[in-house]
């Protein structure tokens, strides 16, 4: 008699048990629920900009006398080490060698459009002899942002948009150009060239004063790119009789070429897009 009682009390304590490891799972789940709904929310108001990723995982963990299922929510942020990134795709594959030989020629038409974009101006020198070309730093509003962080501590949204699609334009055709990919440029497709860029909070992560000496800050970067960018045209050479021989880009050169673009966008971004105030680091990785 006294073993049934007391085999009824274990049954018991059992059924107890289980009904808060249900509750428990069951609390989990609604909060792993409640908070993927609030940061979707979040992330599509675009108040936060960066990327989030809510998982529950299921984990069994063996204990003496049975199996205990628990759940664990678990919520992570990536954020970039730097508030400018490229990635451009690796071909793997075989490139155009029709377009690749006349690639200087090709490109031709979109390089017009782009430099209408960036207010380029031909003008006929009556003092110099031929054709004298000027492209000014149009295309990308910088002076404008200047007098605006200056005076009213404000990054307007519409001008960070118009800064964001026109690097990725530019970087398209510098990819094309430097025979990185044989698509032609597209003026609004993302292709294969991945650019992105934060948003900042002017208020917050921009001085006031930075915007007038931060050109002057990247000297030593602008030194480090004209040398490496001499490299990158001497790859380009090389590459450009790999890919009329073999149709491949190699590896070794499209990584280098991709980490002086990367450097350079990091530089432009802190420099004339003034996204940041983090000085850029002098590196080629991502």
């Known amino acids: 008699m006294s073993d ?31 908070d993927s709904a609030i940061l979707r929310r979040i992330i599509d108001s675009g108040i ?16 003496k006398g049975g199996t205990k299922l628990s759940t664990v929510s678990a919520t992570s942020t990536t954020t970039p080490a730097y508030p400018a990134t490229l990635t451009i795709d690796y071909p ?35 003092h110099v002899e031929g054709w004298r070309a000027s492209l000014t730093a149009g295309g990308l509003l910088f002076l404008p942002l200047v007098l605006m962080t200056l005076f009213r ?38 292709q294969a060239v ?3 860029l934060v948003y900042p909070d002017a208020q917050t992560q921009l001085g006031s004063g930075w915007p007038l000496i931060k050109w002057f ?15 990158v045209f001497v790859l ?27 450097w350079e966008l990091r530089v432009w971004a802190y420099a004339f897009l003034l996204i940041t105030d983090k000085y850029p680091p002098f590196s080629l990785e991502a």
């Open 217 to 231: 800050l990247a000297i030593p970067h602008y030194i480090i790119l004209s040398f490496l960018y001499i490299a």
């Open 236 to 262: 380009w050479i090389i590459a450009w009789f790999a890919i009329l021989f073999t149709g491949r880009y190699p590896r070794e050169f499209f990584d280098f070429t991709l980490g002086v673009m990367r």
């Open 92 to 126: 793997n594959r075989k490139l155009n060698r029709l377009t690749s030989f006349f690639r200087i020629f090709a490109v031709i038409p979109i390089a017009i459009v782009i430099g209408l974009m960036s207010n380029g101006i031909l003008t006929w020198g009556a």
């Open 4 to 34: 049934y009682i007391n085999q009824s009390k274990t049954e018991r304590v059992k059924c107890h048990v289980a009904r808060i490891n249900n509750c428990s799972i069951q609390f989990h789940v609604f909060q792993v629920q409640f």
């Open 48 to 63: 936060i900009l960066s990327y989030y990723r809510v998982t529950k995982v299921q984990r069994f963990e063996k204990i």
């Open 153 to 190: 501590r404000k990054y307007p949204k519409w001008w960070f948009d118009w800064n964001l699609a026109f690097s990725k334009f530019s970087y398209r055709v510098s990819a094309y150009i430097l025979l990185l990919r044989d698509e032609y440029p597209s003026t609004d497709e993302e």
């Open 194 to 196: 991945h650019l992105e």
